[in-house]
T-cell receptor, first 110, second 113 residues
Framework: DQQVKQNSPSLSVQEGRISILNCDYTNSMFDYFLWYKKYPAEGPTFLIS???IKDKNEDGRFTVFLNKSAKHLSLHIVPSQPGDSAVYFCAARFSYQLIWGAGTKLIIKP | ETGVTQTPRHLVMGMTNKKSLKCEQH?????MYWYKQSAKKPLELMFVYSLEERVENNSVPSRFSPECPNSSHLFLHLHTLQPEDSALYLC????????????FGPGTRLTVT
């Protein structure tokens, strides 16, 4: 029973356009939600977080939106750049633990 | 060196072997983690150490044995593994209340034959 789900295994976006990555969760006790990025042969890298009491957090080209009623969060990347091609993981914190989604592979086309 | 390092990067072992994975963090963090990532699956938390004490053990089989001798080093001792234990093993560290911001090593790709 996956508590954090990323339903799109992959996403292809034109360079310069907006990339939107989605994540759904089931546990209303999560207090922080995170996005991590992973390149091949490297470990995941922390990208951005949002507290459960917020609905938006922005950091440069990256914005995370949280819809608690729908138990849904999304990551917007604007504009998308070739270096953004990677696997993106959504994760949520409960107590000591991060619960992870399976990842979405983002491909930025030139 | 900076960040989080892991050795070896690749390991092939038979089911009767004993081996150890090593992780070292150079960030001054006070918590360290072992994760398992199987193909196409989410990362699974195995162990958490905070201030060198184990605070989480997610029902991991006893053939995996962690050791945290100090706040900078973390080991995962492997014994009598099964082929389904083949996976990428990731080490991470974090500091204080920002434990959701974890810094990962590159991982050890383990193959059990």
């Amino acid at each position: 029973d996956q508590q954090v789900k990323q339903n799109s295994p992959s996403l292809s976006v034109q360079e310069g356009r907006i990339s939107i990555l989605n994540c759904d969760y089931t546990n209303s006790m999560f207090d922080y939600f995170l996005w991590y990025k992973k390149y091949p042969a490297e470990g995941p890298t922390f990208l951005i977080s949002i507290s459960s009491i917020k609905d938006k957090n922005e950091d440069g080209r990256f914005t995370v939106f949280l819809n608690k009623s729908a138990k849904h969060l999304s990551l917007h990347i604007v504009p998308s750049q070739p270096g953004d091609s990677a696997v993106y993981f959504c994760a949520a914190r409960f107590s000591y633990q991060l619960i992870w989604g399976a990842g979405t592979k983002l491909i930025i086309k030139p | 060196e900076t960040g989080v390092t892991q050795t070896p990067r690749h390991l092939v072992m038979g089911m009767t072997n004993k081996k150890s994975l090593k992780c070292e963090q150079h960030l001054g963090h006070n918590a360290m983690y072992w994760y398992k990532q199987s193909a196409k699956k989410p990362l699974e938390l195995m162990f958490v150490y905070s201030l060198e004490e184990r605070v989480e053990n997610n029902s991991v089989p006893s053939r995996f044995s962690p050791e945290c001798p100090n706040s900078s080093h973390l080991f995962l001792h492997l014994h009598t593994l099964q082929p389904e234990d083949s996976a990428l093993y990731l080490c991470a560290s974090s500091q204080g209340s920002r434990d959701y911001e974890q810094y990962f090593g590159p991982g050890t790709r383990l193959t059990v034959t």
